[in-house]
């Protein structure tokens, strides 16, 4: 076993850079990397695929909550903000000119040409809670997926109404081991087809969903639903149907964030036409797709269930039947998330088939950000403080058999189990899947999605103070600050209301 220290790196590899070559006569950008090769068609594409995920299984729930108008209009006031926002974001890619500027290639980047200051660290805090409430909300909802595996072959077999009651603590334990486990692979973001498979999973289980609903529908057994959905006295209390609802609207925000991933989105693309008259063509098509695919999901889940829509319309048992459909949406939603968890967002090159683009053409694909910035930023802070500390700088080379020479790092492994380990046991305690992504979604949606575009836009083009548009987006922001604050506090009221009939580690989460 040797060691070494990594104190010193080559320029390429500290700066993550994956493009690095020493081949000089390659064709290279202006700003000396790999020349991009992205269309709007391929950023649309990473744009779907990073926004449907998990939050499309709650959708019929939150039209449930809201009822037919409300809920579809705010599904599409939602897509109508997200698009208008991420024109904005696009338009800061570069930086101070929108077409001939300095590119910036993380969000973060953006935020300190434009604004500076505390806000790079408010955006930085916005960011990194919000990716750290993603890890503990997939832990769950993978838990949960695992366990309705489980409960649908014994419902197949002991009948509907048979006692199929299963913890979610060891596949919560399981989840967080094998999370330890890809958390130590060095270079994780190389691992592409995580990311392919991420999508496909995705795609799988959402279309699943909606086809076992649109099935229910069409078979005539329909639940009752209503203009304004739950009914009030019958349904729900007068204080469910309001903290509910504002939970509700923290779930359909959560399905519509991806403003965190836009820029690096938009790295991909080729300077012509200008990046971001490409990226707002993309995030038009991205975000219609996506809105039409969520209100088929929504809609025909609350008709098939009506007001008893379940909070997971493929765990919580809204289907039964094929038994082996609903086992392989939710194994498709337990690998996604595997992968999801830790794939970090990275421009890896693939060579896609003939059938798709032509020979040898390459494109960039976008992977998932969670769990591996946060390991980094912390990995990189602590390098970057403590440069001769030998436990966080040194790392140990090991012949691992069948897999050649394996780098570990006892800080790495430290720190890294640590926070799984954490993360586990705070779902463990929070075991709550609406509410949790209803808070994940408030919390990230104002601040990500509108504010930091917004005030970022109004620098950029100098609107002049307390002109018209200056208030009308001044109005916008505080609108979705407060629609936020409303989430978030019906998020948290849904959290307290489990939380009083549920005890962790004793009870069984179903």
């Known amino acids: 076993m040797k060691s070494f220290n990594t104190e010193h790196e080559h320029p390429a590899a500290e700066s993550g850079d994956v493009f690095a070559e020493s081949n000089p006569t ?23 695929t990073a926004v449907i995920g998990s939050g499309v299984l709650s959708l019929s729930w939150a039209i449930a909550q809201l009822g037919w108008i409300a809920g579809l209009l705010i599904l599409v006031i939602f897509s109508f903000i997200t698009y208008f926002t991420s024109t904005m974001l696009a338009d800061c890619y570069r930086a101070p000119d929108p077409v001939t500027g300095k590119r910036n290639y993380t969000y973060m980047d953006v935020v300190r040409s434009y604004l500076g200051g505390r806000k790079v660290q408010l955006c930085g805090v916005a960011q990194y809670g919000n990716l750290i409430g993603i890890t503990v909300g997939y832990t769950i909802t993978a838990s949960i997926s695992l366990v309705a595996i489980g409960k649908a072959n014994c419902f197949h077999d002991k ?15 399981a989840f967080g081991i094998i999370q330890i486990i890809l958390s130590q692979i060095p270079n994780f973001h190389k691992l592409s087809f995580l990311s392919i498979m991420a999508a496909v999973m995705s795609f799988t289980y959402a279309t699943i969903g909606i086809g076992l609903a649109m099935a229910t529908v069409a078979g005539g057994k329909v639940g009752k639903t209503n203009i304004s959905g739950t009914v009030v006295e019958v349904d ?37 036409p200008a990046e971001n008259k490409s990226m707002k063509r993309a995030s038009l098509l991205g975000v219609s797709t ?21 909070g997971d319309f ?3 048992f809204g289907f039964y039947e094929p038994f082996w459909l609903i086992d392989f949406a ?25 059938s798709i683009c032509s020979a040898n053409e390459k494109r960039s694909m976008i992977l998932q950000v969670f769990a591996q910035p946060i390991f980094q930023f912390v990995e990189k802070r602590c390098n970057r403080n403590w440069p001769d500390n030998k436990f966080i700088t040194s790392e140990y080379s090991v012949n691992v058999p069948f897999l050649g020479k394996f780098n570990i790092s006892i800080f ?10 954490i993360t586990t046991v705070v779902a463990m305690i929070f075991p709550f899947f609406n509410a949790i992504l209803g808070l994940i979604g408030a919390a990230s949606f104002w601040p990500l999605t509108v504010y930091f575009p917004v005030e970022m836009n109004i620098a950029q083009t100098k609107v002049k103070k307390y002109s018209p548009r200056w208030i009308g987006l001044k ?15 019906g998020s948290i009221a849904g959290l307290i209301s489990s939380v009083k009939t549920y005890k962790p580690f004793r009870t069984i989460h179903e």
């Open 330 to 354: 939710n194994a498709c939603i337990a690998f996604h998330l595997i992968g999801a968890y830790q794939v970090k967002s990275k421009k890896e090159r693939l060579v896609f088939s003939q």
């Open 412 to 421: 790495r492994l430290v720190w890294r189990t640590a926070y799984v380990v």
């Open 475 to 489: 109005v916008l922001c505080w609108v979705c600050l407060i629609v936020s604050l409303l989430a978030a506090a």
């Open 290 to 310: 996506t809105t039409f695919f969520y209100i088929l999901c929504g809609c025909f889940g609350y008709a098939a269930f009506g007001n008893k829509a379940p």
């Open 26 to 48: 390659k064709n290279v950008d202006d700003d000396g990397r790999e020349k991009r090769t992205g269309t709007w068609l391929t950023a649309s594409a990473h744009i779907i």
């Open 159 to 173: 009948g509907h109404h048979a006692d199929c009651t299963l913890s979610s603590y060891p596949y919560m334990a």
């Open 314 to 316: 493929l765990t919580d």
């Open 236 to 272: 729900v209390t007068a204080t469910q149907k309001i903290w509910r609802s504002f939970q509700a609207v923290g779930d359909i925000a959560f399905a519509y964030a991806y403003a965190t991933v836009l820029i690096e989105i938009q790295d991909t693309l080729k300077s012509s």
